[in-house]
């Protein structure tokens, strides 16, 4: 399960922890994914620093809260993800963003367009 809301309405942590494991896709769209999934938080990306290895993306909640996911290349046609939500973290939010990031890429993998 990607995600789900618990019978309080707030957000469990997904099933499956996608912290720095390989997810299929193709560097060419990691920022179209990385958008996806702060969407997914309610964030935004303040900015990016990238590499040819590595991107950084410095996010900012609906909450003025800090973030910061972290994709490195894992291979030719994989990355590995990690991510922090919030002056303290918030494993569920952080789980969140992952799942949606990983969604979007790999329904992006080795096509040119996918609908959203």
């Known amino acids: 399960m990607l995600g789900c809301t ?3 309405g707030s ?4 099933s499956t922890d996608l912290t720095d494991v390989p997810i299929p896709g193709d560097w060419d769209d990691v920022r179209v994914a990385a958008g996806v999934g702060v969407g997914a938080i309610e964030a935004s990306i303040l900015d990016a620093t990238a590499s040819d290895e590595e991107i950084r993306f410095d996010l900012v909640t609906i909450r003025s809260e800090p973030g910061l996911l972290t994709v490195r290349r894992a291979g030719p046609d994989s990355v590995r993800a990690t991510a922090s939500v919030g002056r ?5 939010r952080e789980q969140r963003l992952l799942h949606a990031f990983a969604r979007r890429l790999e329904q992006l993998h080795g096509v040119d367009y996918a609908p959203r």
């Not at 957000?11 to 997904?14: D, G, N, R, T």
């Open 88 to 92: 303290f973290g918030d494993p569920a």
């Open 6 to 8: 618990g019978p309080s």
């Open 11 to 14: 957000h469990a942590v997904p």
